[in-house]
């Protein structure tokens, strides 16, 4: 799922809240695919493709714009239009799992050896239910719900999404490019399902599966349900 | 030291203010010191439902704003000498209340009252947030159909993160009352069922107010139902959540239908 971002004018003041933003949530940006709506974006606007270049540089990786106007300069390097069925490539690998050869890991990162087990950095507990309107979005890891995740809500996971409830809300997982990542809830009334960018909606669920304990992976390209016995 | 109650829903037309008032009549006659707030300003409604509409001179923003004093603005209930008014203004909008004036007028009436209830706006905007803010427990009012409890889960996440209890890591009590709940139409399934509600928001229950001409005709003639009528069905189900929130142990019953034999005959094919 691609990010929206909206600049307005004075665009060195949107820059300063974005970074201020970016300060309080370093990883927001990591690896999601973002596209930028110029549509408040006025038409005399000077230098609006290296403003672009400036969010590329803060490591926001455009896929597209949006209500761009021509006669901007160097904007139609920046119109690449949406890929509608390709999707964009990874620019950041999926952290390797703890038990996978950590061939990648650098020296800014401790030894996985002496991490403490449990390694509870990596999971996000909430143990209440998730309300409508309420969104949960957690990168480093899995996220698991005591409780139903309501209608309206949103539960975002780098890792695996686990719900110990009704899922009647929206699951996100694999946020940040992980397809290996699943969706596992108690019963399944979701509104949405996505895992690393491919995404289901109610209509194209199963009927079996529904109001059933289930699981969602990755096949490829296509999700899979499988009900829980 | 009173206790501050949120009526509160979300959605609009569900019963906030019907409900602020029976439940505020209901535990004034327990002999309770309460006072209710309308925090709708601009559509004020509980000083109609309360029968005081031609009593209100200084109101919940001539308060706020410094310009009357409180004793002034507190309109005292003619049949029950414990229930008082405050009421809001209606020529005025939501902005023209302050964070800490609320605070403050709140304040004070937690020292004077025993129950401190206020009536939320619908919506989830400033004059509902400034309505919860203060507030030590909830009632969550919720019809028995899909949008309305939606709307009320949605107002159930605000209560645990944007009332002052929440922001100081504390939790908010929260309790849901079933208002409107039509026996023969659940027996039809045409409403969602009250073990459904439950289900959805998993708060605890206070009661189910079964629908009722005697809550209309009350409200008409500005009294709660719980004064007006206080043998009706409806206000007996409000007489037992007040004794819910005062702590006492009473069993909810869920409303059944008991229809005559022309009713049941014929019950299923009208309406």
């Known amino acids: 799922m691609a990010l929206v971002l909206a600049p307005e004018v004075p665009l060195t003041d949107w820059l300063n809240a974005l970074d201020a933003q970016m300060e309080r949530s370093p990883n927001f940006f990591d690896a999601r695919p973002v596209v930028v709506d110029l549509g408040s974006v006025p038409r005399e606007q000077q230098g609006v493709a290296q403003f672009l270049q400036m969010l590329e540089q803060r490591g926001i990786r455009i896929i597209g714009t949006e209500g761009a106007h021509p006669s901007w300069d160097g904007i139609e390097a920046w119109g690449r239009p949406l890929p509608v069925s390709a999707r964009p490539g990874r620019e950041i690998e999926p952290p390797p799992a703890s038990s996978t050869t950590a061939a990648t890991t650098t020296q800014s990162l401790p030894p996985a050896e002496s991490v403490p087990a449990g390694a509870e950095v990596n999971a996000l507990l909430i143990d209440h239910p998730v309300r409508s309107g309420q969104s949960v979005v957690f990168e480093r890891g899995d996220i698991t719900v005591l409780g ?23 699951a996100v997982a694999g946020l940040a490019g992980h397809p290996g990542a699943r969706i596992f809830c108690s019963k399944l009334q979701a509104e949405l399902l996505a895992i690393d960018g491919v995404y289901l909606t109610a209509d194209g669920m199963p009927a079996k599966a529904i109001g059933k304990p289930v699981q969602a992976w990755l096949d490829g390209e296509r999700m899979k349900i499988s009900v829980l016995d | 030291m009173g206790k501050v109650l949120v ?12 409900s602020t008032a029976a439940l505020g009549a209901a535990l004034a006659r327990g002999g309770e010191n309460v006072v209710v707030i309308d925090f709708d300003v601009g559509l004020r409604n509980l000083d109609l439902v309360m029968g005081a509409e031609r009593r209100v001179v200084f109101d919940l923003i001539n308060v706020v704003q ?3 004093k409180l004793a002034q603005a507190l309109i005292r209930d003619k049949r029950i000498d414990t229930l008082s008014l405050l009421p809001a203004s209606q020529t005025r909008d939501k902005d023209a209340l302050t964070i800490e004036g609320v605070d403050k ?19 989830i905007e400033r004059g509902a947030l400034l309505a919860m803010r203060n507030a030590d427990l909830a009632v969550v009012v919720t019809n028995p159909e899909v949008s309305s409890v939606r709307d ?3 107002i159930i996440g605000m209560l645990d993160s944007k009332t002052l209890r929440a922001e100081k890591g504390e939790r908010i009590d929260k309790h849901l009352l079933v208002t409107r709940y039509d026996a023969g139409r659940a027996a039809r399934n045409e409403m969602l069922k009250v073990e ?17 001409e005697e809550v209309l005709k009350a409200s008409n003639i500005g009294s709660p139902v719980t004064l007006n009528n206080p043998n009706a069905s409806a206000s007996r189900a409000y007489f037992d959540a007040a004794r819910r929130l005062k702590g006492d142990k ?6 059944m239908q008991r229809p005559g034999l022309i009713g049941r005959l014929f019950g299923r094919r009208v309406a």
């Open chain 1, 148 to 170: 139903s995740v309501a209608s309206g809500a949103e539960v975002m996971a780098g890792g695996s999404v686990h719900v110990y409830g009704t899922l009647r809300g929206r």
């Open chain 2, 7 to 18: 009526v509160t829903s979300g959605k609009g037309g569900v019963g906030k203010t019907t």
């Open chain 2, 66 to 68: 410094g310009d009357a």
């Open chain 2, 105 to 123: 007028v709140i304040a004070e009436l937690r020292e004077k009252f025993d129950w401190v209830i206020c009536d939320s706006p619908a919506g």
């Open chain 2, 152 to 154: 009320s889960d949605r």
């Open chain 2, 196 to 212: 459904d509600v439950l289900e959805i928001l998993s708060i605890p229950l206070l009661g189910i107010i079964p629908e009722s």
């Open chain 2, 250 to 255: 009473v069993d909810v019953v869920v409303p």
